[in-house]
Nanobody, 116 residues
Framework: QVQLVQSGGGLVQPGGSLRLSCAASGSGFIFSVYDLGWYRQAPGKSREFITL???????NYDESVKGRFTIFRDNAKNTVYLQMNSLKPEDTAVYFC????????WGQGTQVTVSS
């Protein structure tokens, strides 16, 4: 059983930055071979994809965050990160990390609020 535990998030002013972390754990689990992603869900909206990183480090971003958000991973720490810069009020949402393994695995979610 794999578990994803998120940290980071909170309240930030427009134009500010935040970094989210997502640490994976599990017996016999080899973090480095899996693709990982970040999604978000704003109030009243469905969950949407924002970025992923493959096992070989290739990244892909939704247009809404391209150039502002960066996904990266530290395989030695079994952790994937989301660096968010130039945050906008429309980035306000609950953010989820996701492991592309079998039926998939979600983090618990973390609130990001961008407001002055």
């Amino acid at each position: 059983q794999v578990q994803l535990v998120q940290s980071g998030g909170g309240l930030v002013q427009p134009g500010g930055s935040l970094r989210l972390s997502c640490a994976a754990s599990g017996s016999g689990f080899i973090f480095s071979v899996y693709d990982l992603g970040w999604y978000r869900q704003a109030p009243g909206k469905s969950r949407e994809f924002i970025t992923l990183i493959t096992s070989d480090g290739t990244t892909n971003y939704d247009e809404s965050v391209k150039g502002r958000f960066t996904i990266f991973r530290d395989n030695a720490k079994n952790t994937v990160y989301l660096q968010m810069n130039s945050l906008k009020p429309e980035d306000t949402a609950v953010y989820f990390c996701y492991l592309f393994r079998g039926d998939g695995c979600w983090g618990q979610g973390t609130q990001v609020t961008v407001s002055s």
